[in-house]
């Protein structure tokens, strides 16, 4: 997660890939998943991770609902604005650093495919996500000791917290992919995410329902991360269609980031 980290393309180079469907993308995932710790910028990230959910949810809001039961929707309804800025740092360097040291040309010289590469590299970022994710739980366990929450509502926020965070990262790729530079793609991933969480934020909704028709206002708010992540997981509902937003969404962004690839692999 630093500039002098090596890239996971230099890091392949003299691996071995052992026969199977999916050992590609397992030995990516291993090297890149271990990368992440082999320069304090892992720590840091978890560091500042897990105070900003500790700070917002116990500082920034209630625990009990109007009710009197405990809740942890408020913990959950701040992590899109955590993964706003967080999960673009965290996709940043995947592919503007390949960029940026000239090491993309070596990706045709591996015993890799290039979807090896996009779904190694995408996946131990998610997993790296998904760990933070997990190490939250104290504060699961804090509520618990607090009152008595409804512990399938809970498992559904995390189950659609690791999905959103999927979905975010998936745009990153896809923008890291497409820039030389770590700072641009930083911006641009925040900028694509908030206009993708924006469209689905009930103040945004209200505006343009005073001058867009409602098919319109119901279409821009079909692609927003909020309106499938609010509207299901935190009421503790798996709902199919946000299912398959999320899937589909990650599965586009790294179609892009392969397609990108592969034009600046041939040089266009």
């Known amino acids: 997660m630093s500039d002098e980290a090596t890239p996971v393309s230099a890091a392949v180079a003299a691996t071995v ?12 995932f291993r090297r890149e998943f271990g990368a992440y710790f082999t320069t304090p ?13 500790g700070v917002l949810t116990f500082n920034v809001g209630n625990l009990i609902d109007p009710r009197g ?40 010289t591996l015993p890799l495919t290039l979807r090896d590469l996009v779904v190694g590299k995408f996946l131990a970022a998610w997993a790296f996500a998904v760990l933070a ?12 000791f607090l009152g008595d929450p409804d512990h399938g509502v809970i498992l559904a926020g ?19 992919a497409a820039s030389r530079s770590q700072v641009v793609a930083f911006v641009l ?32 708010a ?13 009421r503790g509902v798996v709902d ?9 969404v990650i599965a586009a962004g790294l179609w892009i980031t392969g397609v990108l690839l592969r034009a600046k692999r041939q040089g266009r």
Request: net charge neutral.
């Open 189 to 220: 991933a925040v900028a694509v995410s908030f206009f993708m969480l924006l469209t689905g934020w009930a103040p945004v909704q209200a505006f343009f329902q005073s001058w867009m028709p409602q098919a319109g206002v119901e279409a821009l």
């Open 17 to 28: 890939t052992p026969p199977g469907p999916l050992a590609g993308v397992v030995t990516v």
């Open 41 to 53: 910028v892992a720590a840091i990230f978890l560091v500042i991770f897990l105070v900003m959910a």
């Open 69 to 108: 039961q405990a809740s942890l929707r408020v913990f959950f309804n701040w992590h899109p604005w955590m993964y706003l800025f967080l999960v673009p740092a965290l996709s940043m360097r995947l592919w503007a650093d390949e960029h940026r040291l000239g090491t993309l040309e070596l990706l045709t």
């Open 222 to 234: 079909s692609v927003s991360f909020l309106t499938h992540f609010r509207h299901s997981f935190l």
């Open 133 to 144: 994710l997990a190490l939250t739980f104290p504060v699961w366990l804090t509520i618990s």
């Open 240 to 248: 199919l269609r946000n299912l398959v937003f999320f899937c589909t």
């Open 158 to 176: 995390y189950f659609g917290s690791a999905l959103l965070s999927g979905g975010l990262l998936a745009v990153g790729c896809a923008v890291s």
